[in-house]
């Protein structure tokens, strides 16, 4: 099993910067890639970011292109998520996600989540 845990949410002014991290403990040699989601009050669960865990490439969705960026420390089994250029619209809990195997597989392991709100 792997256990993920973030920190770094809080609360931030519209345009200002915060970093999010997750650190990943347990059966980490399993993790084939890591990801960022995020669920805004009454909306669905939505894909924010991920990385490739061995070779570090990245993929965004298209409203945080440009203002967020993922990047991973593989010595601290740690991802980080950068947001630069806060919305309101960030406004959500912002969940870690651990997937083994494939990419093309699902997200096996979740963190419990850290509130970000962006005030404005």
């Known amino acids: 099993q792997v256990q993920l845990v973030e920190s770094g949410g809080g609360l931030v002014q519209a345009g200002g910067s915060q970093r999010l991290s997750c650190e990943a403990s347990?059966?980490?040699?399993?993790?084939?890639?890591m990801g960022w989601f995020r669920q805004a009050p009454g909306k669905e669960r939505e894909f924010v970011a991920a990385?490739?865990?061995?070779?570090?490439?990245?993929y965004y969705a298209d409203s945080v292109k440009g203002r967020f960026t993922i990047s991973r420390d593989n010595a601290k089994n740690t991802i980080y998520l950068q947001m630069n250029n806060l919305k309101p619209e960030d406004t959500a809990v912002y969940y870690c996600?651990?997937?083994?195997?494939?990419?093309?597989?699902?997200?096996?392991?979740w963190g419990q989540g850290t509130q970000v709100t962006v005030s404005s």
């Open positions: 996600a651990a997937k083994r195997g494939s990419w093309s597989g699902p997200y096996n392991y």
């Open positions: 347990g059966r980490t040699f399993i993790i084939y890639g």
């Open positions: 990385i490739r865990w061995s070779s570090g490439s990245t």
